[in-house]
């Protein structure tokens, strides 16, 4: 009998404890990687991936000519009153062969003492089980290989472990012992400016104030001075969200990345010729705002507007975000090929 060996997806190992996931969001270090994997099916096996761990700093900055009228980006330090189109930050993306953006909440977490410290509890370890079999696997894969965004704050990581472990799983079913196939999974990349603890103290007066809400309560409130507040809180955490996405397109060489969609686009296990999913993991009220900045970026439509896509889900325009309160590991998937919006929805029983 044919010997079957899977290499988990990308995976938070014991030396990486909590205390090595704090030290990623210190100042000094403000990016972090854990090593891409994947998981191989049949042929002769392969070893295991150990985690790799560095860092490096942000390079560059975007900034879109093109933005939400309620989140104003603020300007990065180098403006040198350049802008980008969005034909242009469309380009980019389709370049490095990112056909959509997934933006995905972590799961239920439990109390701590510092913010930071929240775990995922049982319920948010199923929650996002149970994301990356369903829409990960049936609706955004095959992923951008080469980067998984990610805040550094534990809850995100786990929620992004668990998630690309579940897509490999619910790839791996109905294979037998002699099919021979690869499946890729990213290189899960902690960014410390990716977690809502940056915003902070004005991000938790606000969240105190009007608590877990669609995005649009916090950029429209009845409080002037909160919804002003909201937007140079939010569309800083924006701006750093687009940062992030830019300088990963802008490190990935368009040869190299193409090079390699065609390598693995075997075991895809999908024929979408767009490209891959970049994903993104975060936190509730930001995690819309940094889609929205990226929908606005390049150029998706504004206003209202709601259809069903052909599983029923909801797609439209970029009002999807300002109106829907993100539940726990869920979220939205920005579609930078059609200038489409899709909510990311777990099952209903979830």
């Known amino acids: 009998m044919m010997m079957r060996r899977i290499i988990s997806a990308t995976t ?35 070893a295991d991936v150990a985690a790799a761990f560095s860092f490096r700093r942000r390079s ?30 469309r380009g980019a993306f389709l370049e490095s062969n990112v056909g959509r953006v997934a933006f995905v909440r972590h799961g239920n977490t439990a109390p701590a003492d510092a913010d930071f410290d929240r775990a995922l509890t049982d319920l948010g370890r199923s929650q996002s089980a149970a994301a990356g079999a369903s829409y990960g696997a049936n609706e955004l894969y095959p992923y951008f290989e080469k980067a998984a965004l990610c805040s550094s704050a534990p809850r995100c990581a786990e929620t992004a472990r668990l998630f690309l472990d579940a897509t490999a799983k619910e790839l791996m ?48 409130n009845s409080d002037g001075d909160d919804a002003e507040a909201a937007r140079s809180v939010l569309g800083g955490y924006a701006r750093s969200s687009l940062d992030a996405i830019w300088n990963v397109l802008t490190a990935s060489s368009s040869s190299s990345e193409k090079a390699g ?90």
């Not at 403000?30 to 998981?39: A, K």
């Not at 009228?69 to 802008?83: E, N, Q, V």
Request: hydrophobic share 35%; glycine share 12%; with cysteine.
């Open 173 to 220: 079913k109905g294979l037998t012992d002699e099919d021979s196939t690869s499946f890729a999974m990213p290189t899960l990349e902690l960014d410390s400016n990716l977690y809502d603890g940056t915003m902070q103290p004005e991000g938790s007066r606000l969240f105190r104030s009007i608590g877990y809400a669609p995005l649009r309560e916090y950029l429209e």
């Open 12 to 46: 938070i190992r014991g030396a990486l404890s909590a205390a090595l996931l704090r030290g990623g969001a210190s100042a000094a270090s403000s990016r972090h990687f854990l090593g891409s994997s994947g998981i191989r099916h049949g042929g002769d096996g392969a």
């Open 261 to 350: 969609a065609t390598a693995a686009g075997d075991g895809s296990g999908g024929d979408d010729n767009s490209g891959r999913t970049l994903l993104f993991f975060a936190h509730a009220i930001y995690l819309p705002a940094a889609a929205l900045g990226l929908a606005a970026a390049i150029g998706c439509e504004s206003g209202g507007g709601k259809e069903s896509n052909d599983d029923g889900r909801a797609v439209g325009r970029m009002d999807l975000m300002l109106d829907t309160n993100t539940r726990e590991a869920e979220g939205y998937c920005v579609h930078v090929d059609t200038r489409r919006v899709s909510l990311l929805q777990l099952p209903h029983e979830q």
């Open 60 to 89: 560059s900055s975007l900034r879109p000519s093109s933005q939400h009228p309620l989140l104003p980006l603020p300007d990065p330090p180098d403006y040198d009153g350049d802008m980008t189109s969005p034909w242009d930050v």
